[in-house]
């Protein structure tokens, strides 16, 4: 099983440069809005979001993790037409749960990243679907069998990018 | 209090943040007035975002251009060719067209028909999206400095795309009709229903509040109808996929858009539309007048062999000849119907400019006897006005036995 219980002692902590903290998730907002106009299956993908289980997991605090989640919400928000909140909503307390889970398993390997971003996925979408129905009155639609397969398929791309961003982690 | 805030102080934090964000929403969803301005956050996530967007689209432009225009040229004869032979053709149409249409208008000026025409549009590229599966919506690269405004509608060659959401300075977002959020006025272009087209959340464009009751045909074109004041009348939106009961007392009629909403590249705003009488050179004639032109005629005859005919003729062919103006009178209703949808500006791809065109053919060339019924486009036949031959009896009605239904109220 790729997720172990580690103890307080064994975790790594890490902590990124400004400047990765700030471009990335800008990065990963801008490739999210602009490919998809190129290549509308790349909507399934939530760049942003696995940007902000990446850090909080990697952080392991929560505040950071929930602030960051918040913010990368936030500003996805702003470029949809709905109102400010949903994303920001769900990201919030999926980058809250990435960090406390990160204190307590070690999520370092591709088999557990995998699992955890599956995990996560979904737990957004719930969100998300949720708050939009509940809050603001939205008509959405749940389907399993797709979120399923987006978080599958987050969860593909995901391991890959977790290794690129790795190259950024300082140890602290 | 402070001791459990303390203890659990990240847990205290993320209620704290939600509750901001649920009341930011909440706010949000209360203040629906339309002239709300955009949100200073907005205008911040996009600043940051689109110049990316509009440097990467930039080059992407220059470098396709720089390969198919100096580089990639095989084939660009035969092209040339072909589209040369292509404006031939469309020239011998157009000229078919602008008869039609010029007549169309005539018919509107009579019937006090005023039309919304598009006087000016502005081409856009598009530069970006929400890249959310659960907002559709797309950036262009012009805004409010090049004249776009909140509630523009956009367009395509093939159709409608949707509206301007939000405008920004150098930017704007729109809204397109495939968003569960939007909403347009429709017509079916056959049988005349109206409905209110929007999106689905799996981004399918569906047709709404159409009775069951009513016949729907697969293929059948959906026109927007001017009736929610943002889009101009007879815009080509796209064609019935499929139609259905539904679960409700409505139909449940699926669409397929004209544009391709998922690789939209180059749009058009319409920044200007306004209301106007159609412009026609000759406004003294009368509809009957009009419509009488487009019926049959017979060669002339030399002035020894008419007045021959009438001696033979007498009085049948006298009523006959005559019977024109209650024929054109009875296939008058047809006309603002079809006359509603012209409108638009030269140059710019007006799917009702053509539509309007080719219903006014089919509603006035073709002299149906006893019938105000629209039939199929067909050339006009002299043969047709067999009435001058004393032997075969006509069928055509007299203007009493056939009265002719009131005109169409214009919309």
Known sequence: MPITYTSQEQIEVYRFGLPVTIIVPLVAIFLQAFVPVRFPFFAIFDLPLLVVIFFAVARRRPIAGLLTGSIVGIVQDSLTGNPLGLFGIAKSVVGYGASSLGVKLDVENAGARFLVTMFFYVVHEILYFSVARGLVGLSMQWSWPHELRSAVANAVIAVPLFALLDRFKKRT | ?411
């Open chain 2, 1 to 411: 209090m402070e001791n459990i805030i303390t203890r659990y102080r990240n847990a205290s934090f993320l209620v704290a943040v939600l509750f901001v964000q649920m009341l930011m929403l909440g706010v949000q969803v209360k203040r629906t007035d339309e002239n709300r301005s955009t949100r200073l956050i907005r205008v911040w996530a996009v600043d940051a975002i689109t110049p990316f967007e509009k440097v990467i689209v930039g080059i992407q432009h220059g470098v396709a251009n720089l390969w198919y225009e100096y580089f990639y040229l095989r084939g660009v004869r035969q092209e040339n060719r072909d589209l040369k032979q292509q404006i031939e053709r469309m020239q011998l149409e157009e000229v078919r067209l602008k008869n039609d249409a010029d007549q169309a208008r005539r018919l509107q000026k009579l019937l006090g028909f005023k039309e919304q025409v598009i006087s000016k549009v502005l081409a856009a590229q598009v530069i970006g999206s929400s890249g959310s599966e659960r907002s559709r919506v797309i950036y262009l690269d012009k805004g409010a400095r090049d004249g776009i405004g909140r509630d523009m509608p956009v367009i395509t060659a093939e159709g409608v795309i949707g509206k301007v959401l939000h405008v920004f300075n150098s930017t704007s977002e729109v809204l397109l009709i495939d968003d569960q959020t939007s909403g347009v006025g429709t017509i079916l272009e056959q049988s005349r229903l109206q409905g209110v087209l929007k999106g689905t959340p799996g981004g399918e464009v569906i047709l709404d509040k159409v009775m069951n009751g009513e016949q729907v045909q697969s293929g059948e074109r959906v026109l927007t109808s001017g009736g929610d004041e943002i889009f101009p009348k007879g815009l080509l939106i796209g064609t019935v996929a499929k139609a259905a009961h539904g679960p409700e007392s409505f139909l449940a009629i699926s669409i397929k858009p004209a544009a391709d909403l998922g690789r939209l590249e180059e749009v058009l705003v319409i920044t200007k539309k306004e209301q106007q009488e159609p412009e026609v050179a000759d406004t003294n004639s009368r509809a009957v007048d009009i419509l009488a032109e487009r019926l049959p005629s017979v060669p002339d005859k030399k002035p020894d062999e008419k007045s021959a005919d009438i001696k033979n003729q007498g009085p049948v062919a006298a009523a006959t000849t005559t019977s024109h103006a209650p024929i054109a009178s009875a296939t008058v209703p047809g006309a603002p119907k079809t006359a509603n949808v012209a409108g638009g500006v030269s140059g710019v791809p007006n799917p009702g400019i053509h539509k309007a065109a080719a219903a006014s053919a089919d509603g006035v060339t073709k002299p149906a006897v006893g019938t105000n019924k629209q039939t199929a486009p067909e050339a006009p036949k002299p043969e047709t006005k067999t009435v001058a031959n004393p032997d075969v009896p006509t069928t055509q009605p007299s203007p009493q036995t056939v009265p002719a239904p009131p005109p169409d109220q214009p919309q």
